[in-house]
């Protein structure tokens, strides 16, 4: 609504400092809005430069809106649509067309100003080229902060002032160029001349020839570089020392560890290896009639007539045939045939002793003896010339089969549960220690090329699936870990909270999977390969192993699995059917840890 002095009212609408008064709002309400529509049909019909000039017309002659009247749009003009904006044009204002704003080609609205924001504008469009442009839906009538009017503003520019690449003033909504931070010339520091005392005495002033003599003194003989023999001999010893005193730290820190992760065999395992320390000289004693036949053949040959072969049809033991009497002073812990042809026997005791027995003379060939304490694991490689031993004494040993030569001694200086030969090559074995561990060593250097360090408890088998190329592993923490060869990372884990600790593993000959010994009486079968799932229709149940480590064997042709348990009987149980066949009391005086099947005779078990 207009609002203007009038003849009915005497009162002013409007103050001299430019604020609406109660009358003046009176009248406005009742004052009768004039049409819009023809400033807009006007200002659409003509040209740019005519619409500036006419938008030019209703400002004042300093560049800003006219502060006599207040104009608001009515209910009907709101409703009414007006003229379409003028196309191609990169600076019009579609939100002040739309609202009757100020724009590069809208209509101009007068609007009411108090003298400080007026004076504030002024003073900045006159400075600057720039003021802010009203909402025209807002009666501005406070003082407000200099170069500010309040409400939602437009920014207007000075036709002098526009952009040249544009013939109005850009959009307030584009971003302002960010204002470059001038960099800071420290070079000028040096120069710098605060003059009096304080630039020659105080902090920033010169240093003088005393301080510069004391920082000359506080330099030291060795960061000059210029060490007498005396300094440089009292170096050495102090580094020496040092070198002393972290070695001693760092093995009483391992006989910690090792007190820790062996407590459960601390009563039969002997003092830790000291640095420095050796293993026993190995002795070996041929007890054979020659070490060579009238042809030249070693002792180790094959008879004649007996071949290789897993094709034969395997059969249940009926009866045990014999006995190898006092074989040991102590109990029997492993037992291997030899590989392909299972001529020899070779067995381990918990008497520190290795032994090796002709199966078809029944008699003693030769006696290993090279450790001082029981003999843990054993193991052929692919042809059997070689086996590894490892024993409590924490010592491994690499031994020629024929001769008895200890070939290669190895230790971690931790005890090892199991050893094998990696199949691929015989240079590489592993072992699986007590300290949560499973190392690989090469043969020929003695040194540890690769570690698998996942488990959470002492290792106790390794068996390699898959030809070879990966590796399953069972510890103490009742965990399964596959990896694949030289590896550091497993790529599976087994583990279940139901789940017993499984001490041996098998693989079978025939198919791709594998049977694990768990401490609650059953044996648990997995497949070997892609997911390694667990198969919970194949359970062997009936024997006790719950506290043994009972090893368990397949048939060549794979058709019988046989295992020991606790109570020192033997148990035969079809592979297909997992139906128990056969029960033998193979030994009466303690548990049944180990047994083999012959590779070449169908119904030959040694336990």
């Not at 009162?11 to 529509?37: D, E, F, Y």
């Not at 830790?272 to 040959?301: C, I, N, P, V």
Request: glycine share 6%; aromatic share 10%.
């Amino acid at each position: 609504a207009n609002y203007s002095d009038s003849d009915d009212d005497q009162s002013p609408a409007v103050t001299k400092s430019g604020l609406v008064t109660t009358s003046g709002i009176r009248k406005m309400q009742a004052a009768p809005a004039p049409s819009i529509l023809s400033q807009r049909k006007k200002v659409s019909a003509v040209s740019n430069s005519q619409a500036l000039a006419l938008i030019g017309s209703s400002v004042t002659s300093h560049g800003l809106v006219n502060r006599e009247k207040y104009r608001t749009k009515t209910a009907q003009e709101m409703q009414t649509v007006g003229p379409a904006p003028p196309k191609n044009d990169t600076m019009f204002n579609q939100t002040a067309w739309n609202k009757g704003l100020v724009g590069a080609a809208g209509v101009m609205e007068k609007v009411a100003f108090d003298d400080a924001a007026f004076n504030a504008n002024y003073d900045s469009y006159n400075a600057t080229g720039t003021a802010d442009a009203v909402d025209s839906t807002e009666r501005i009538s406070v003082n407000l902060p200099s170069g500010s009017v309040g409400g939602n503003r437009q920014q207007l520019q000075r036709p002098d002032r526009m952009n040249k690449k544009h013939e109005f003033a850009q959009d307030s909504s584009a971003p302002a160029k960010k204002r470059k931070k001038r960099k800071h010339n420290y070079a000028d520091d040096a120069n710098l001349d605060l003059g009096g005392d304080d630039g020659q005495f105080g902090i920033w002033g010169k240093p003088t020839k005393q301080e510069l003599d004391l920082m000359e003194d506080s330099i030291t003989d060795a960061a000059k570089g210029e060490l007498n023999e005396h300094q440089l001999q009292t170096r050495e010893e102090i580094e020496e020392k040092a070198k002393l005193k972290a070695g001693a730290k760092e093995d009483a820190d391992e006989t910690a560890f090792d007190k820790m992760v062996e407590r459960k065999m601390a009563h039969l395992l002997p003092p830790r290896l000291e640095a420095g320390a050796t293993a026993k000289t190995a002795t070996t004693k041929f007890h054979g009639k020659e070490m060579y036949d009238y042809q030249g053949r070693s002792w180790m040959a094959p008879p004649s007539g007996v071949h290789a072969s897993d094709d034969h049809q395997c059969y249940i033991p009926k009866k045990c045939v014999h006995t190898f009497n006092n074989a040991h002073s102590k109990g029997v812990h492993a037992i291997r045939f030899f590989p392909k042809t299972g001529h020899l026997l070779l067995s381990a005791g918990l008497d520190g002793i290795v032994k090796i027995w002709n199966v078809a003379t029944r008699k003693l060939m030769r006696v290993y003896d090279g450790h001082t304490a029981a003999v843990r694991d054993i193991c052929f490689n692919n042809d059997g010339t070689k086996f590894l031993t490892c024993s409590y004494d924490r010592w491994i040993r690499l031994w020629d089969t024929e001769t008895g030569e200890v070939l290669q001694t190895f230790t971690s200086r931790r005890v090892p549960y199991c050893v094998k030969f990696y199949p691929n090559d015989n240079n590489f074995f592993v072992v699986g220690q007590s300290d949560n561990k499973v190392l690989t060593f090469d043969c020929t250097t003695g040194e540890i090329t690769q570690e698998y360090n996942h488990h959470l408890a002492a290792v106790n088998s390794v068996t390699f699936v898959e030809e070879g190329k990966k590796m399953v592993t069972t510890s103490d923490d009742k965990k399964v870990l596959i990896w694949e060869w030289d590896i550091g990372v497993p790529i599976k884990y087994i583990a279940e909270p139901d789940m017993h600790s499984m001490p041996a593993v098998t693989a079978h000959p025939k198919s791709d999977f594998m049977v694990c010994q768990s401490l609650d009486n059953e044996i648990k079968v997995y497949g070997s390969t892609d997911r390694f799932q667990f198969q919970r229709k194949k359970n062997f149940k009936g024997h006790q192993v719950a506290g043994f480590a009972c090893e368990m064997a397949f048939s060549p042709s794979g058709k019988f699995l046989v295992s020991g348990d606790g109570n020192g009987k033997l148990f035969f149980w079809d592979w297909n059917t997992t139906k128990s066949y056969a029960r033998f009391n193979a030994h009466t005086r303690g548990p049944t840890m180990s047994c083999e099947w012959s590779p070449v005779d169908p119904s030959l078990v040694a336990t």
